[in-house]
């Protein structure tokens, strides 16, 4: 019995702990959801599926009066996404990031490293407003969850 009631408290101390540690996304941001989006390759039918996903999730959460922060992180093969010279989907970024204020994009300073030193210099990222370098793609989107933020591999 002793054992019983011991085992219990110790679940009860548990279920606890895991409501209290869970992360708080940051109150007050205007944002009632917080979505990212993981492309790791470079193919224009996986980057156009996650911008469809992107932007319909903007559109569901409007219709019902909710804001939804999103954030596309980009690395490995999938940054091709967000280069000047090699992206498959450079026009439909441009009036994307104008339709959409709710949405921005990370690209991965390891794979600009890494594409670099392979090429020979730094490749040009498109240029919108929306388009940041973030240390590491893989990090950012462990950081993204820790925050409470909800993960997408379309």
Not at 5 to 28: E, Y
Not at 34 to 50: C, E, G, L, Q, T
Not at 70 to 78: D, N, S
Request: glycine fraction near 10%.
């Amino acid at each position: 019995m002793i054992k019983s009631l011991f085992m219990a408290a110790c679940l009860a101390v548990v279920g606890m702990l895991g409501f209290t540690s869970q992360p708080a996304l940051a109150a007050g941001d205007g944002f009632s959801h917080h979505v990212a989006f993981h492309v790791d390759d470079n193919d224009k039918a996986k980057m156009n599926i996650a911008l469809n996903n992107a932007a319909n999730v903007t559109k569901y959460y409007e219709g019902k009066g909710q804001k939804v922060q999103i954030e596309v992180v980009a690395y490995g093969p999938g940054l091709h996404m967000l280069r000047l010279d090699t992206s498959p989907v450079a026009a439909r970024l441009e009036t994307f990031s104008m339709e959409y204020e709710n949405i921005g994009f990370a690209a991965c300073g390891n794979t600009l490293k890494g594409m670099t030193k392979k090429e020979g210099k730094m490749p040009d990222l498109i240029n919108l407003d929306n388009v940041r370098v973030v240390p590491s793609g893989v990090v950012q989107l462990m950081e993204r969850q820790d925050q409470g933020w909800h993960y997408i591999r379309p």
